[in-house]
Structures are given as structure tokens and as C-alpha cells.
């Protein structure tokens, strides 16, 4: 078997696999599933591997775990281009690109130190999504770049 065609992370049993993540953002993608290997989940992760689509990407296996459309739409933000592949004995049983939500709620900080969300207010952050970033429905401010520095863990 050639170089470009062996496994470069094994196969799992069952859980899901995150493919074509932004090279780079397979941290991000552990800390927004609250993975930090204290739990005993079992994690694989490629970083920076060959892609035919992104040139480089990042991939990341979780053994024993599916994840929830609310987990799957936080990694939109993070990785517009993930494929969210379900495995079950081995096979991929589903497969779909993510989708970013049109809000996400009580996910994200906003970075503006006078939002009525960083006053200590019991208010649940509220971002709209947008084509290149997010906007706080509260203040209006726009995060274009790190968003996964805003992501509440």
C-alpha cells in the first residue's frame, strides 16, 4: 500500500469521526467537546495531515461518543468544512456535512467588556452567525477571526 493510501489514524469501533477540520483546529474541536483526557474517552488525532480537499487538514476520532446537534453546530463555527462521519462496528453508518445555525445561544463570550453579557447580568449569550463571522445580538459586536478564543468550555 502506498504512503497516500495507509490509515494514518486507526480505524474506530464505533463513535464519530470530525474529518476536513481547518488544519490547526483539532485543539478547538477537543476543548468544545469538553474532552481534555481526564475522562477516559478515547481521542485519536491527526493534525495537519494530507487532504485532497483542504491541502492540510485536521481529523479527530472519538471512540464511544456521538455527538449532539448542539456540539455539531458550536464545530460550524470552528470548521465550516467538517464532515461529521457516525461510526457504528467499524462502518460509517452516517455521514453529512455540518451546518452552521443561523444563532447559537449560550455557546460564545462576547468580547466587548461593556455588553450587558460581560456585566454579570443573567443573561445567556446570543450570537447571530453570519457568512464570516458572528455578531452579538445584544451589543452588535463582530468577531471575524478567533472565534474559538470566545467559545465557552
Known amino acids: 500500500m502506498s504512503d497516500d493510501h495507509q490509515l494514518r489514524v486507526s480505524k474506530i469501533k464505533s463513535g464519530t469521526v470530525i474529518d ?5 483546529q483539532a485543539l ?3 476543548a468544545i467537546l469538553g474532552i481534555d483526557g481526564k475522562e477516559g474517552e ?3 488525532v491527526g493534525i495537519n495531515v494530507p487532504s485532497d480537499r483542504l491541502a492540510r487538514k485536521d481529523i479527530v476520532k472519538v471512540e464511544g461518543r456521538e455527538l449532539s446537534q448542539d456540539e455539531v453546530d458550536v464545530l460550524s463555527l470552528i470548521a465550516p468544512d467538517a464532515t461529521i462521519n457516525i461510526v457504528r462496528d467499524y462502518d460509517v453508518v452516517e455521514k453529512h456535512r455540518v451546518d ?3 444563532v447559537v445561544e449560550d455557546v460564545l463570550s462576547c ?3 461593556d455588553c450587558i453579557t460581560a456585566a454579570g447580568e443573567p443573561v445567556t449569550s446570543r450570537f447571530e452567525v453570519l457568512e464570516d463571522g458572528v455578531r452579538c445580538s445584544y ?7 478567533s472565534i474559538a478564543d470566545l467559545i465557552d468550555t
Open 139 to 145: 451589543c452588535g459586536t463582530i468577531v471575524r477571526e
Open 20 to 24: 476536513h477540520v481547518v488544519g490547526g
Open 42 to 44: 478515547e481521542v485519536s
Open 100 to 102: 452552521s445555525p443561523d
Open 111 to 113: 468580547p466587548n467588556p
Open 28 to 30: 478547538n474541536v477537543l
